[in-house]
C-alpha cells in the first residue's frame, strides 16, 4: 500500500494512455480529474492484489462510449458518483476498494477520482491489461464471472441497471443506452469479492502504467530519442515508423471507428502501414501483410516526444512511431481469441502474434 | 371482491380491445393467455380500488412494443414472471395487488395472468383509461408520482432497471431497450401504495371493459346491429362508417405507426375519413376537418359482429364502424393535452373534443 504522489499520478495517466492502444480517453483529462480529486478529497492510496482482503467488496469503474464524445462531452464526475451510490444500493453493501476496468488515459484515472472521494483504495489491477471497444472483453468475462449488476449512468440524472442474458446481451443493450445518453456513461459493473480479484484480474497495470509514464517522463528530460529507450526498456517490438497522410473517422453504433493510413518515415522509407482501429488501435497492416492484430497491444506514439496519441486525437501530419507489446497470455488462448481476437472486430484475418524479429531502431 | 369466471375474462379481453382504441393487443391472445394461467394456477380475484389496503405494494404490469410485433413474438409469461421477481428483490417487499398499465386486448390481461401465478388480487384499475403508445403517458405521471424501479425484462433472459431523470427520457431509455430487445418487452413499473393508487388511478377501467365486452357478446347473440345497441348503452358517438380502401404501415422507432383510408357506407356514403394511428388510433379526419382526437377515444368496430380491430389487425376491405367515446377528465386538462394531446405525436392540429351532435345511427 502507498500514497500517490502527484507525479505518479501523471505518470499513471500517460502510461495508461500507451496501454490504452489509442482508447481509454485522453490522459491530460484524466491527469487532470485525479488530480483535482485528490486536492479536494485528499491522497488516494494504490494497493496491491495480495494486499486485498479476501472479503473486500471491489468494484470496477470508467466511462463506456466512444472516446471522440469524451473529448467534448467531459465527464463531470456526478455520473460515476450516481453509479456508484446505486450499485451500493442494490448490492445493500458498502464498496471497500475500487478498480480500473481497463488501461486508458481517462479510464485509469477515474477510479482515482472515487477513492479519493469515497476515501477508499484502488488495487493495481484491471480487467484487460490494455482497453478494448467492447464491455465484456474482459478477463472477468473469459472467467465465467457475472457483471451484474451493471450500473450506467449519464449527467443528467438517468441511471440504468443491467441483468443481462449473456456477455453479448450486455454489450449490445448497455451499448444502446450509451447511445441514447449522449454517447458516453459511467459505468460500473462485475462487483467482486477480494478473492474474485485475486484470482481473475489482471494484476499490477497501473504501476506498469506508472512505470511507462514515468520512462517517458524521465527520458524526454535527458534524451533525443525516448521512444528508442523505450522500446529497450520494455521489451517492446518496433512496428512501425511513419507520417500520418490519411485519417478516416467516424462514429458509429457508439464507437469511433476508422483507419489510420502511413508512410514510412526513418528506416521505413518508401514503405506504408494502415492502422485500423474501433476505439482502440486494433490492427496494423502493411504491403499487403498483417503485421500485428488485436490482442497484442499496438501503441501509438508520438516520434519525438513518445507521447501516446490516442484514436480521436491522431491526425494528418502526425509523425509517429508504432510500437507492439505482447497482451497478457489470458488473451491469447482459444476463448481469449474468440473474445477479442480480429475476426470479432470483422477484420478478415487471424491472430498474428506481435513477432519477436522485426525489432528495429528509431 | 369477486372471482372472475371463465366469460368475465373473455368479456374483459374484448372491452379492454374496445377501450385500447387499436392498441394494447389482440384480445384473443390476451384472453387465452388469462384462462391458461387460471386453469393451471386457480382463480383470479378483481378488487375494487376501494377494497384496497391503504398500505398494499401495488404494481403495474404490462407489455410495451409494437402491438405488430406480438403478433408473432408472443408473450411466453416467463418475461413477466423475471420483471416481477426482480420488482420484488430491488423493493425487498412482497407485491400484494397487481393492476393493468392500459386498457387493451393483451395488457388488460397479462396482470390476471401474473395474479392466478402469485395467488394475489388484480385492482380494478388502470392508468390511462385506454392506451397510449408511450411508456409514461399515465395519471401516476401527471400527478408526479415516479416509475422507479421501472423494470423491463425479455424473453432471452435479458432485465434492465431504469431510474430515470423524468418521462421523457424514462420513455426515451425504455424504447430503445425495448427495440433492441425484439420490439417487445414485460414492464412493471410505477410501484405504488394503496393510497397512491385510490388518489391517481383511473378506477373501473376492467369493469368498464367487462361491460362493454358483455354487450357485444349478449347484443351479437340477439340482435342485428350489436353496433348500434352498444353506442345507445356506452353513450358513445358515432363518428364515421365505412371501408376500409387502404392501409399505410410502418414499424417506426419501436412503434406501428400508419393510416387507414376509410370509403363511407350507410348514412356516411359518398365521404372519406382517414385514421391516423401510431399503436392506438390517434386521430380521425375527413374532407378537411379533424373529427376526433386524442386523449378521446376512438373505436374502430367490425360493423357486423361489433369486434374491435386493433391497428396491427385492420386491413383492406374490411367493413367497419368507428366510434368515440370521451377520455378520463384528467387528460383534458393542460398538463393532460400536453402529455397526449395529438401535437404531441407530431400531428400539425389542437385537441378537437368529441361533439356531441354527430351522433348518428348504423
Request: hydrophobic share 40%; proline share 6%; charged share 20%.
Amino acid at each position: 500500500m502507498r500514497e500517490l504522489s502527484r507525479e505518479s499520478v501523471s505518470d499513471i495517466a500517460v502510461g495508461s494512455a500507451v496501454l490504452g492502444t489509442g482508447g481509454g480517453g485522453d490522459p491530460s483529462l484524466g491527469q487532470w480529474m485525479a488530480i483535482h480529486a485528490i486536492e479536494e478529497y485528499g491522497p488516494v492510496r494504490l494497493i496491491t492484489v495480495d494486499e486485498l482482503d479476501r472479503d473486500s467488496l471491489v468494484v470496477p469503474a470508467g466511462m463506456m462510449g466512444a472516446p471522440t464524445v469524451l473529448v467534448e462531452k467531459i465527464p463531470g464526475g456526478q455520473e460515476l458518483v450516481n453509479a456508484y451510490q446505486r450499485m451500493e444500493t442494490l448490492l445493500g453493501k458498502t464498496i471497500e476498494a475500487i478498480m480500473p476496468v481497463e488501461a486508458g488515459g481517462v479510464n485509469s484515472l477515474l477510479p482515482l477520482v472515487l477513492a479519493a472521494q469515497k476515501g477508499i483504495p484502488v488495487v493495481d489491477a484491471d480487467s484487460m491489461g490494455r482497453a478494448f471497444p467492447e464491455v465484456h472483453m474482459t478477463v472477468f468475462h473469459l472467467n465465467g464471472l457475472s457483471p451484474e449488476p451493471a450500473v450506467l449512468a449519464d449527467e443528467k440524472g438517468n441511471t440504468a441497471v443491467l441483468y443481462p442474458a449473456d456477455g453479448d446481451w450486455y454489450e449490445g443493450l448497455a451499448r444502446e443506452l450509451t447511445v441514447r445518453m449522449g454517447g458516453s456513461v459511467a459505468v460500473l459493473d462485475y462487483p467482486l469479492r477480494g478473492e474474485q480479484v485475486k484470482q481473475s484480474a489482471i494484476p499490477g497495470t497501473l504501476s506498469l502504467a506508472e512505470r511507462v509514464g514515468s520512462m517517458l517522463r524521465q527520458f524526454h528530460s535527458r534524451e533525443n530519442s525516448p521512444v528508442q529507450s523505450m522500446i529497450e526498456q520494455l521489451e517492446a517490438v518496433l512496428l512501425f515508423q511513419g507520417k500520418v497522410v490519411d485519417v478516416e473517422r467516424r462514429t458509429e453504433s457508439g464507437f469511433a471507428k476508422g483507419k489510420v493510413c502511413l508512410t514510412g518515415t526513418g528506416s521505413y522509407r518508401e514503405r506504408e502501414c494502415e492502422l485500423l482501429f474501433q476505439n482502440e488501435f486494433l490492427a496494423a497492416q502493411g504491403e499487403g501483410k498483417v503485421i500485428a492484430t488485436t490482442p497484442d497491444l499496438i501503441c501509438v506514439l508520438d516520434e519525438e516526444t513518445g507521447t501516446p496519441v490516442t484514436t480521436e486525437k491522431i491526425r494528418y501530419g502526425m509523425r509517429t512511431v508504432v510500437i507492439g507489446l505482447p497482451c497478457h497470455p489470458k488473451w491469447r488462448t482459444v476463448d481469449g481469441l474468440n473474445l477479442v481476437g480480429p475476426r470479432r472486430f470483422g477484420y478478415p484475418f487471424d491472430y498474428v502474434p506481435i513477432p519477436k524479429t522485426i525489432q528495429g531502431s528509431v
